[in-house]
């Protein structure tokens, strides 16, 4: 059942690991919103699926989402301060640099998750698995053991929020939000 | 839950926004968009909404995997790992200010596949854009560069110790880094394009009497950290994974590379 005992398969294991480890620690950016959580997140996933095993038949990225999503939302709970308002404060964690120095993508970067923390998390977590990491309604179930059609109303209230909060490019600091949807 | 701004096709027109309808219910909902003006302009919200949420993310999954991580993966340690080690190790020795993290195993295959090679004109227009390369640009410019003589490129290349940069125009500084010979025989050089933030790490060997690009990397340099780079785009490994493939033994050492760059390189003209 568990890919861990056959050397060789628990080699391919390793090499898929290894090749989902940059979109495992952008899904987990998607979700904490800084870096340093992220990394955190990433190794504590790494560790639990080393220790646990992957079951046969199941692609190991999709896998690793899911350890990724459950370890996220254990934290949450074990955190419930970091209750994430729009003023989303885990971003000033991120090392501060004069504005200048800031690269239009990180701008672009912190401004969307802000967007992105204000969703409930349940909507941010399939926006971060369809949205950004490209993944089918069908393989975002399957992660987020959620029937299909909740997926697609997930995925639909997101956008419809983020729609209000990222009206143009850049502009939600020099627009108000058109509705107090919170 | 109560929100306002959620519309009451929003989902149909998300779903059709990820191919997620079927055939015929994405004509019929297309057939519709094309005849509504307000549904039109809804679409066209949450497909906005939608690329700033992708393209915000779209650079991060090519920035560097901490080793802490990658270390975890490694705990048996193969050739190509001792490869990879030595590259970096010497990287580190003699170029102090130059991340490591990046020469990890877990990028290699994914540059490796990726098989980038870039034009050198095409490297110095991304380095005079306003800002690094949109996320897949580098992938989506797989031309093969070759710098032929009478560029200044070609000159830095053929004559510049490394270490030492060089004024190739367009307020670009040239450096090249290191010097090897490669299994086949020929020689490649690393060399960095720096201009103000922006920088460029190319591989390019010699052939043929000329100098062709076969790997690049785009990098920004951290103000935060004068001097190092941050890589940036999708493949930061490219060079390093070109060179770790590339290389017999291991760069030339000084004097071996002044005699080259003095009698000249074989390959001819």
């Not at chain 1, 975002?140 to 639909?156: F, K, W």
Request: charged fraction near 25%; proline fraction near 6%.
């Amino acid at each position: 059942m568990i890919k861990q005992g056959n050397k060789e398969t628990a080699g391919t294991a390793r090499e898929a690991m290894l090749e989902a480890l940059p979109r495992v620690r952008r899904f987990a950016l998607s979700l904490t919103g800084n870096r340093h959580d992220a990394d955190d997140l990433l190794q504590n996933t790494v560790e639990r699926v080393l220790d646990r095993g992957v079951p046969e038949q199941v692609d190991v990225g999709r896998w690793m989402f899911k350890v990724c999503k459950n370890l996220w939302i254990d934290e949450l709970r074990a955190h419930s301060v970091r209750a994430r308002a729009s003023a989303s404060p885990e971003l000033a964690e991120e090392p501060v640099v004069s504005g200048e120095a800031v690269a239009f993508g990180e701008l672009e970067l912190r401004e969307v998750d802000r967007a992105m923390a204000s969703l409930p998390d349940e909507q941010r977590l399939v926006l971060a698995l369809v949205a950004v990491e490209g993944l089918t309604y069908r393989e975002a179930a399957e992660v987020l053991d959620t029937p299909l059609g909740t997926i697609m109303s997930r995925l639909a209230r997101a956008r419809a929020s983020l729609v209000s909060r990222l009206q143009g490019p850049r502009a939600a600091a020099a627009k108000q939000p058109e509705t107090s949807d919170e | 839950m109560n929100d306002p701004t959620f519309g009451p096709d929003d989902e149909a027109l998300s779903a059709l926004l990820d191919g997620e309808l079927d055939a015929a219910e994405a004509a019929s909902l297309r057939r519709r968009i094309d005849r509504e003006p307000e549904l039109a302009a809804r679409f066209a919200a949450l497909e906005a909404a939608n690329d700033r949420v992708r393209g915000a993310y779209a650079g991060v999954a090519a920035e560097p995997v901490p080793e802490r991580v990658h270390a975890l993966l490694d705990e048996s340690p193969r050739a190509v790992d001792s490869v990879v080690a030595f590259a970096a190790r010497r990287e580190r020795r003699r170029f102090a200010s130059l991340p490591t993290a990046h020469l990890s195993m877990a990028h290699l295959s994914t540059a490796i596949a990726a098989g980038i090679a870039l034009a050198v004109g095409i490297a110095l227009g991304l380095l005079l854009a306003p800002r690094s390369p949109a996320p897949g640009a580098a992938a989506a410019l797989a031309a093969a560069g070759d710098v032929a003589p009478g560029d200044p490129l070609f000159a830095a290349l053929e004559t510049v110790p490394s270490g030492a940069a060089r004024d190739v125009g367009a307020r670009i500084s040239a450096e090249p880094r290191l010097t090897f010979r490669t299994r086949d025989g020929g020689y490649c050089r690393r060399m960095d394009l720096t201009r103000e933030r922006d920088a460029a790490v190319v591989l390019a060997c010699r052939r043929d009497g000329g100098w062709r690009v076969e790997a690049a990397s785009f990098a920004r340099v951290d103000a935060a950290a004068a001097g190092e780079f941050r890589p940036a785009t999708e493949t930061p490994s490219a060079v390093e994974a070109a060179i770790d493939a590339a290389i017999e033994g291991e760069p030339l050492s000084a004097d071996a590379e002044r005699a080259l760059l003095a009698g000249g390189w074989p390959g001819g003209r």
